[in-house]
């Protein structure tokens, strides 16, 4: 599985979007870019993932550079309850379960 | 449609003893995985179990093993405990299958203190 790279920390005023970044410059063809969180001491959140095109759903927007060697994740409008640490994961072949988890980023949202 | 469950919660072991806990996926879901995270090593991968054969593992020694029942519920046993299994196990299901990538859903965690 390709790795990826993530600040280690971010802030973000509650009530605006929030922008975290990912590169994953070794990622192959067939490989896809998921986003989870984890609120501390509880088992990770699925968000969101992709191949190649941008993708939106209810918790956030995914928007994968046309070379697909970046990402970002936003949430549009942060709440306080948005703190948490954000990984991105790049995952491979179909029929491999496994995350390959990184140190993620850990985004705080200011009241 | 209920999420995945992990029982015990919480569990306090003695060193040399050994461990075994559970995971129910949710309904429908073939594919159970399960992960170790501690403060120093993060999340790390341990294996995955699909129609009730291990289909990946990851680095562990052969302390930590598995088993996934017809039911797709799985356990996993850590046997003669050290200090360093100390940590939040956690379980994750997936629908699983080789005719895409999905989405895994992890449980709350057993967290495990060896003493």
């Known amino acids: 599985d390709a790795k990826t790279t993530q600040p280690t920390s971010m802030d973000c005023a509650e009530g605006r979007a929030a922008n975290l970044p990912c590169n994953h410059s070794?990622?192959?063809?067939?490989?896809?870019v998921y986003w989870y969180r984890q609120i501390h001491s509880q088992g990770p959140q699925y968000i969101i993932h992709?191949?190649?095109n941008n993708e939106t759903n209810e918790m956030a927007s995914l928007i994968i550079t046309e070379d697909r060697k970046s990402s970002t994740l936003i949430l549009p409008h942060a709440t306080l309850r948005d703190t948490a640490v954000y990984y991105c994961?790049?995952?491979?072949?179909?029929?491999?379960?496994?995350?390959?988890f990184g140190t993620g980023t850990r985004l705080t949202i200011i009241p | 449609k209920a999420g995945v469950t992990q029982t015990p919660r919480y569990l306090i072991k003695t060193r040399g003893q050994q461990v075994t806990l559970s995971c129910s996926p949710i309904?429908?879901?073939?594919?159970v995985s399960w992960y170790q995270q501690t403060p120093g090593q993060g999340l790390q991968f341990l294996f995955e179990y699909f129609s009730e054969t291990q289909r990946n593992k990851g680095n562990f020694p052969g302390r930590f093993s598995g088993r996934q029942f017809s039911n797709s519920r799985s356990e996993m046993n850590v046997s003669t405990l050290e200090l360093g299994d100390s940590a939040l196990y956690l379980c994750a299901s997936s629908l699983g299958g080789n005719r895409g990538t999905y989405e895994q859903y992890f449980g709350p965690g057993t967290r495990l203190t060896v003493t």
């Open positions: 070794t990622i192959s063809g067939n490989e896809y």
């Open positions: 309904s429908g879901h073939r594919s």
């Open positions: 994961i790049v995952r491979g072949n179909f029929g491999n379960e496994k995350l390959t």
């Open positions: 992709g191949l190649k």
